[in-house]
Structure formats: structure tokens, C-alpha cells
């Protein structure tokens, strides 16, 4: 079991930045594929963002690339998301979640991931 907490969201204005964590605890998370996924009011959770076990492959949705950074500190067990220039349509409940055993081509859909965070409120304002 891993269990995922995620910290950091809140309110910024539009071009500003925001930091997100995700720490985990119960298992290392070295042994985890980690994701990003947001869900807006009315929306389905989309991909944002994920990073492979070592950290070396990062993986970006063409709404954010550019403007976010996904990383992770196997030896804190946190991975992070740098939210850079942000817009009003990043407003969402953002979760990290984790998966051991994931498929590449299947990263940017929920249903893989076995593990889920509470998420973290970040709302843009214009």
C-alpha cells in the first residue's frame, strides 16, 4: 500500500506559480511510475504530467508542456510539479497517484494508476 498526500495548491494570479507536492509513505516510491491528473468542476480528470521510477523520462500534456516541471526526490519519497505562468484554465483539483507496473502508452489515462492522493485545490484568478 502507498498512500499519497498532496500539498501545496492555493490561490495565484494568472502568470504566477505555484509548487505542488506529492509525498508518499508505506512503500518507497522508487518502485512507482508517478502522475499528475487534474479535474476541473464539470470536467473528467485529464493528464498533466508523469515521471518514471528514476526520474530520467518525464511526460507532459501539450496544454502544460513548456510551463509545468514534473520531478521527484526518490530519497525525500515526494514528487513534485512546478506550475509555472499559470492561466485560469489550470484551475482544477490536481492528484498525484502512482502505479508499479504501467504501460507507457496507457500513462495518460486514470485507469492504470493504483494509488491516489486527496488532492490540492489551485485556482487562477484573471
Known amino acids: 500500500q502507498v498512500q499519497l498526500v498532496e500539498s501545496g495548491g492555493g490561490l495565484v494570479q494568472a502568470g504566477g506559480s505555484l509548487r505542488l507536492s506529492c509525498a508518499a509513505s508505506g512503500r518507497t516510491l522508487i518502485s512507482y511510475f508517478m502522475g499528475w491528473f487534474r479535474q476541473a468542476p464539470g470536467k473528467e480528470r485529464e493528464f498533466v504530467a508523469a515521471i518514471s521510477r528514476s526520474g530520467s523520462n518525464t511526460y507532459y500534456a501539450d496544454s502544460v508542456k513548456g510551463r509545468f516541471t514534473i520531478s521527484r526526490d526518490n530519497a525525500k519519497n515526494t514528487v513534485y510539479l512546478q506550475m509555472n505562468s499559470l492561466k485560469p484554465e489550470d484551475t482544477a483539483v490536481y492528484y498525484c497517484?502512482?502505479?508499479?507496473?504501467?504501460?507507457?502508452?496507457?500513462?495518460?489515462?486514470?485507469?492504470?494508476?493504483?494509488?491516489w492522493g486527496q488532492g490540492t485545490q489551485v485556482t487562477v484568478s484573471s
Open positions: 497517484a502512482a502505479d508499479r507496473d504501467i504501460i507507457i502508452s496507457s500513462m495518460t489515462s486514470t485507469k492504470p494508476y493504483d494509488y
